[in-house]
């Protein structure tokens, strides 16, 4: 088991997500840092869904009563087991009885906690995802976030051989994202000079930024297309409501809306979107969809995602 | 409209067409859907809208060059809609507590008709509602259309908290709210039909192109059902 003694500002449980009940309107949930999320499920030689911790700036401390084999990916924080420091983007062990403390974040917003066999909590729907906005997921089933004195069942493991990940696939969450736009949705009904200010300018993450939307601040975008009726968003979609100020759409969606959308920002550059702290600038870049799918396609064999496993669940 | 397939994602394709509400774009959206499922398309999940069907599909069988081809294959297929079958869907009887005390809007509808409040609730139990679609929040159905002589704006200021069941008019749009949350469609009846309870696994027994009626029920049949009369903060 793991307890909970501070839970820090914001640490929920999440899997690789709830797949398959959209039509339904539940949204998929899951790590917005897929990518550090599943170098820690990767280091561990777990299913690359199994449950981890997200955890929002750091801040949180974790007694451990079941000896576990555990990695923290993400977020730049500092990781203290007892009184010995130990490093992110690798394995350790933790022994039975010893406190894992996760700093505050020097760089990025989100660390993860990966346990050898994953944290075992019930799923609903598929996914044990926590999503507030559904009252769905999370270790009670009502979308609550982690707790002091909360219980997380793990199984017993051994860290027999520290396994890192190499310095060249760490990110550097201080460095501004270049974010590849696929022009997509309503694109063509946007003026081209409204279109283009996406590429031309840098736009602010915003302070209201959560795991539904991230919120940019820049030059206003117009849209002066039809009005829309109310349609499908993915996760990564641009979305351009009235005032002009874009949303990104992250994991936490919901499932329909009525806003126009730009297009979308590519899986693969969310991640570093998701790490990106309020006042930090962003960049766009037009990419091409084949690109991105050769690149996807690439990613999912390394980790050993397969879309037929995502609907499995 | 011609329909027309459109990218929306590096996994996602949508198609529109129409861009109003209709009845018939409706359908359309609901003959592809179900033309999809049975293809031999390696498609992970659809999210058929009011007058739209996106499609998630595995990258790693198709690109976006050939599925658009696929749909557009299958969209030239499908059989006019005069031959489907105009009922795609189920019949649902929604027990409603129409009362001041959870409907704080019925007064206001009322008067913006220049009715009575047993004239809205007889309107808006009058008519059949078609499910256009489903979303926003698990359970969150949209229906339409309701009659002009019951529309009625959104409030101008939201409230900030609905209670579970509220039964909702918007413009020509109908529906429940199945979790308490903020909102600004106004607020005619409770009822208990279970839309979303996550703790019992309940999602939604209403699905896109079903039929919806309202049946007006007592005070003591609702709290009978379990409703709870829970007023308005």
Not at chain 1, 99 to 104: F, Q, R
Not at chain 2, 199 to 211: A, F, P, R, V
Request: glycine content about 10%; overall charge negative; charged content about 20%.
């Amino acid at each position: 088991m793991i307890e909970v003694i501070e839970p820090g500002m914001y640490a929920t449980i999440q899997d690789f997500g709830r797949l398959g009940y959209l039509k339904k309107g539940l949204t998929r949930g899951g790590p917005i840092d897929e990518n550090a999320f599943l170098w820690g499920n990767y280091l561990l030689k777990n299913e690359p869904g199994a449950a981890q911790i997200e955890i929002v700036l750091g801040g949180s401390k974790f007694k451990f009563s079941t000896a576990a084999a555990v990695a923290v990916c993400g977020a730049d924080v500092s990781l203290k087991l007892d009184d010995e420091e130990r490093s992110i983007w690798e394995t350790f062990q933790v022994e039975a009885g010893q406190v894992l403390s996760i700093g505050p974040a020097r760089s990025g917003l989100r660390a993860y906690l990966a346990v050898a066999g994953g944290i075992q909590v019930k799923p609903q729907w598929g996914s044990c995802a926590t999503v507030k906005r559904e009252q769905l997921g999370g270790h009670r089933g009502d979308g609550s976030a982690l707790q002091k004195g909360d219980t997380l069942a793990i199984e017993s493991s051994t860290c027999e051989l520290t396994q890192r990940i190499p310095w060249r696939y760490r990110p550097d969450y201080s460095k501004p994202p270049v974010l590849g736009l696929i022009p997509g949705f309503q694109y063509d009904q946007f003026a081209m000079a409204e279109r283009e200010k996406l590429s031309f300018h840098e736009y602010k993450i915003s302070q209201q930024s959560d795991r539904m939307g991230i919120r940019l601040e820049g030059p206003a975008i117009e849209y002066a297309g039809k009005g829309l009726v109310s349609e499908g968003i993915n996760i990564g979609s641009v979305q351009v409501p009235p005032n002009g100020q874009p949303i990104i759409m992250m994991n936490d969606r919901q499932t329909l809306g009525g806003y126009p959308k730009l297009g979308n920002i590519s899986p693969l550059d969310l991640s570093r979107l998701a790490q990106c702290r309020p006042g930090q600038t962003v960049q766009f870049t037009r990419v091409e969809v084949a690109k991105v799918q050769q690149q996807l396609k690439n990613y999912y064999d390394f980790f050993g995602i397969t879309p037929a496993c995502q609907t499995d669940h | 409209m011609k329909p027309s397939i459109v990218n929306a994602g590096a996994d996602a394709v949508i198609v529109y067409f129409a861009d109003v509400i209709s009845i018939e774009a409706n359908q359309r959206v609901l003959q592809l859907d179900s033309a999809i499922a049975s293809s031999d398309l390696a498609i992970l999940e659809t999210v058929p809208a009011y007058s739209s069907l996106m499609v998630y599909y595995d990258i790693t069988r198709h690109s976006d060059t050939d599925i658009r081809a696929s749909i557009k294959a299958i969209i030239e297929s499908l059989p006019e809609l005069q031959q489907v079958n105009a009922e795609q869907g189920q019949t649902h009887v929604i027990p409603v507590y129409y009362d001041e005390t959870v409907g704080p809007d019925l007064a206001r509808i009322a008067e913006l008709h220049g009715c009575s409040a047993e004239e809205v609730i007889e309107r808006h139990c009058r008519d059949s509602y078609r499910v256009y679609a489903l979303g926003f929040a698990p359970g969150f159905a949209y229906m339409g259309e309701v009659a002009e002589d019951l529309q009625a704006p959104r409030l101008d200021s939201p409230r900030t908290r609905i209670p579970a069941g509220s039964v909702a008019i918007a413009e020509r749009q109908t529906a429940i709210y199945p979790l308490a949350s903020p909102g600004g469609w106004n607020i005619i009846g409770r009822t208990t039909f279970p839309l979303y309870e996550p703790q019992k696994g309940i999602l939604n027994q209403l699905n896109s192109g079903d039929t919806v009626r309202f049946k007006a029920i007592s005070k003591d049949e609702f709290i009978a059902a379990g409703g709870s009369v829970e007023a308005f903060e």
